[in-house]
């Protein structure tokens, strides 16, 4: 979403590994609001417009479905792009893999992060000590590991990364 903090962090930080490879051009951007929808409008005009894409970086994995069915649609190769932990994002790469020589990667922003930040607030609140600058730490997906998390019982919308029991999401997921 253009304008929002952790939007305008990832792109920093991705912008700094780009530009230690000089081979890297940026041939344009794009906000897509975390979007299938917009993802996939984004990636057909971005296609319209350049005639040869050889990566797709992307900070969401529902943008990242979208990018891959406008690839199709448009009949051209799949190249790598990265995602993000969402079910949905998971669910298209495995279905890749079986037809194409597709590949990713995720940084799994971790859902737990909220609950962190709750958690340590309950604690502040209750007059225990807190650390000011807490690091959580952030997993990779990659092939590798990706059928470990994929959950073919839960819908696209489930994030990979939870501290729910299983019984909550079934709960959750079955309303």
């Avoid at 994995?61 to 792009?81: C, Y």
């Avoid at 709750?118 to 000011?132: M, P, Q, R, S």
Wanted: proline letters at 3%.
């Amino acid at each position: 979403i253009a304008g929002s903090e952790i939007s305008n962090e990832r792109w920093i930080g991705a912008e700094n590994v780009f530009k230690e490879y000089p081979d890297i051009h940026i041939l344009s951007t794009a906000y897509a609001d975390w979007s299938y929808d917009k993802g996939y409008q984004a990636t057909l005009d971005l296609l319209n417009e350049n005639a040869e894409i050889d990566g797709v970086w992307s900070q969401g994995g529902a943008m990242t479905q979208g990018a891959i069915d406008a690839f199709q649609e448009k009949e051209l190769p799949l190249v790598p792009m990265s995602g993000e932990a969402s079910n949905g994002f998971l669910r298209t790469w495995i279905e890749c893999q079986k037809s194409t020589s597709f590949d990713s990667i995720c940084p799994n922003y971790t859902a737990t992060i909220s609950v962190t930040a709750l958690n340590t607030l309950i604690d502040a609140l209750d007059g225990k000590d807190v650390e000011f600058d807490q690091c959580l730490e952030m997993s990779t997906i990659t092939s590798d590991d990706i059928n470990d998390l994929y959950r073919d019982d839960l819908p696209d919308s489930f994030w990979c990364d939870t501290q729910l029991t299983e019984e909550n999401l079934q709960k959750l997921f079955s309303e």
